[in-house]
């Protein structure tokens, strides 16, 4: 279902393909119109789409379709090979992880993972994991320096499940853990957001040397509609929100709290997940030849370096 400003497009890409159905069964020559038509929509995505807002990015970010961290593993690595279970409670399918190859260098990924329909977001918790997700992803951290190879998270979480039993069984406690051990890590780590990056949920698994973003996801310390919530009691002013929040890729990068934007096809990720995919793929290669030769003490340094640096400002 499109958005409510991609509505326009939708209605003349609609027309065009009317036209172009009619001309082929008629024989009739309507390429004149047509094209005059075309040159109409190019315009007006270009237009709409090379000024997004940031609530408008917050959208495409939660639009179905876009790829997954699942869809990653399948479409930019080789022969992946999940890892279940967290060996103290049990496995959350909201984190999956494992072994994998990335043009034949062998890595460790890890990631949040959202449901392709209602079905499988209920049973992934619609990406919102459990401590025992974050157990699994700490897991698969000590593999990565057991094993000397580089970790790599991909961050597509709404936030960590904030129900009772997540809370019981010491949520924000195993959050700090993973910010932690990540933190630690001895070899190359590099970090992804996909689509949502939403509070400590997407933190947890988000200490990288670098931090990649996908072109229209988000990265905040809250939802729009949280921070909505609470600064004005009005879910409904998250477009507000989001403006103050300064959660789009572009203000990340302006902010140093990402390294690089991964551009996305036009209208967005789900339109043309093969060419994200490509671009994602181009995007880690070139990053893990940044830091293949960075020794363990050198990595642990640089991350400590970058993260002590967010937030500086001189009056």
Not at 27 to 44: A, D, H, N, T
Not at 63 to 75: E, I, N, Q, S, Y
Not at 248 to 277: F, K, Y
């Amino acid at each position: 279902m499109p958005l409510e400003f991609e509505k326009p497009i939708l209605e003349l890409e609609t027309r065009i393909a009317e036209l172009e159905k009619y001309a082929q069964e008629s024989g009739v020559g309507l390429e004149g119109e047509l094209s005059v038509l075309r040159e109409r929509l190019k315009k007006l995505q270009d237009d709409t789409y090379g000024n997004l807002t940031r609530w408008q990015r917050v959208q495409l970010a939660r639009t179905p379709g876009r790829p997954t961290t699942l869809d990653v593993l399948g479409g930019v690595f080789q022969d992946f090979f999940e890892l279940c279970g967290d060996r103290t409670f049990s496995d959350d399918p909201a984190i999956v992880g494992g072994l994998a190859y990335l043009e034949g260098t062998p890595v460790v990924v890890c990631g949040q993972q959202k449901g392709r329909d209602t079905k499988e977001n209920i049973q992934r918790n619609f990406g919102m994991p459990h401590p025992e997700g974050y157990r699994k992803a700490m897991r698969l951290m000590d593999l990565a320096d057991r094993f000397r190879q580089p970790f790599i998270a991909f961050i597509d979480t709404p936030g960590a499940y904030p129900g009772i039993s997540a809370e019981e069984r010491g949520q924000a406690w195993v959050i700090a853990q993973s910010i932690q051990r990540m933190a630690r890590l001895r070899v190359p780590a590099i970090a992804v957001i996909l689509g949502e990056g939403g509070s400590g949920g997407a933190l947890a698994i988000g200490v990288g040397n670098r931090v990649l973003i996908l072109e229209n996801a988000w990265y905040s310390v809250i939802s729009p509609e949280s921070c909505a919530a609470i600064l004005w009691r009005d879910a409904k002013e998250a477009a507000k929100a989001a403006e103050a929040l300064k959660l789009s890729a572009p203000d990340l990068l302006q902010l140093g709290i990402v390294d690089r934007v991964i551009p996305e096809p036009g209208g967005g990720a789900h339109r043309d997940p093969a060419t994200t995919l490509a671009n994602l793929k181009t995007a880690l290669l070139e990053t893990l030849a940044e830091l293949k030769d960075l020794g363990p003490e050198e990595l642990f340094e640089d991350r400590y370096r970058r993260f002590r640096g967010l937030g500086v400002y001189a009056e």
